[in-house]
């Protein structure tokens, strides 16, 4: 995709600070468009029980780890829980971090949404592109809790079933429909 872009003609600097490297009005008098683009750049953290458990990473720092040639190998691995990767969330840097996880050969490889496919930030291309390859998308799922055992590494994932509700923004809310939750 990169080279693509690149063969248009396209110029892409990196690794400058814009205000100090570079201003905005530099920019701006020297080109007739400027795309910035800074990726996400630091983690999202839930606030549930166990998200500091060994084998629970954010998908910003995998994906940085990956950039960085740090490769896990997953080649047959279904990893880190009970035979499984799973990524929380339906953003484009969800769908980057299990289609990686696919890409490393990790064997089953999830995502995991409190919301409808609909609802999901992330480009239909990317999600349409995810499912391509196999990965499994578990929705109407919110994440209660992460199990860990007596050493606090990762068993598995709780999650509470949702139900599409009001309509809100664009966007479905959801609501809980029971209690329990479900060990994914």
């Not at 009005?25 to 166990?50: F, H, M, N, P, W």
């Not at 994440?143 to 509700?165: K, W």
Request: charged share 30%.
């Amino acid at each position: 995709d990169i080279d693509a872009i690149l063969e248009t003609g396209v110029k892409v600097e990196y690794g400058k600070r814009i205000g100090t490297d570079i201003t905005i009005q530099e920019l701006r008098k020297e080109y007739d468009a400027v795309l910035i683009t800074i990726g996400a750049s630091t983690d999202k953290k839930l606030g549930i029980e166990g998200e500091s458990a060994e084998g629970v990473v954010s998908a910003v720092r995998f994906l940085r780890d990956v950039g960085k040639n740090l490769n896990p190998d997953l080649t047959g691995q279904v990893i880190p829980c009970d035979e499984r990767w799973l990524t929380i969330g339906g953003g484009n840097v969800s769908m980057d971090a299990v289609r990686t996880a696919r890409r490393l050969g990790a064997k089953k490889v999830s995502i995991l949404y409190r919301r409808r496919v609909a609802d999901m930030t992330a480009l239909p291309g990317e999600i349409e592109g995810a499912v391509a390859e196999g990965i499994e998308v578990k929705t109407l799922m919110a994440p209660a809790r992460i199990d860990v055992d007596e050493n606090n590494h990762l068993r598995g994932v709780y999650v509470t079933p949702q139900m599409i509700s009001k309509i809100k923004g664009g966007r479905a809310s959801v609501r809980v429909t029971v209690e329990p939750d479900i060990f994914v």
